[in-house]
């Protein structure tokens, strides 16, 4: 029988890949979307909190980000 390629390997792999893709796709479309709540907002209103700052979303992204990288660290772990 074949040894896997990588630590994290068969149907967990899967579920990670789905979650690592669901974050690209968010960090991918972040600005696109922030924007939109910001156009939106000015036509019909916003809260205090709505829409968020641009420096509370660039912390926001920056988090992602981070989180992208250690799941993509864990991906790439060797099977030993």
Not at 12 to 27: D, H, I
Not at 32 to 54: A, E, I, R, V
Not at 63 to 80: G, P
Request: glycine share 4%; proline share 2%; charged share 30%.
């Amino acid at each position: 029988m074949n040894e896997p390629q990588f630590k994290i390997h068969g149907i967990k792999r899967r579920e990670v890949k789905k979650e690592l893709s669901g974050l690209k796709s968010f960090v991918k479309h972040f600005w696109y979307y922030h924007q939109l709540d910001k156009d939106m907002t000015s036509f019909y209103g916003g809260t205090d909190t709505y829409p968020m700052s641009d420096e509370l979303a660039q912390q926001k992204l920056d988090k992602m980000n981070k989180e992208i990288k250690v799941i993509e660290d864990k991906l790439s772990v060797a099977y030993i």
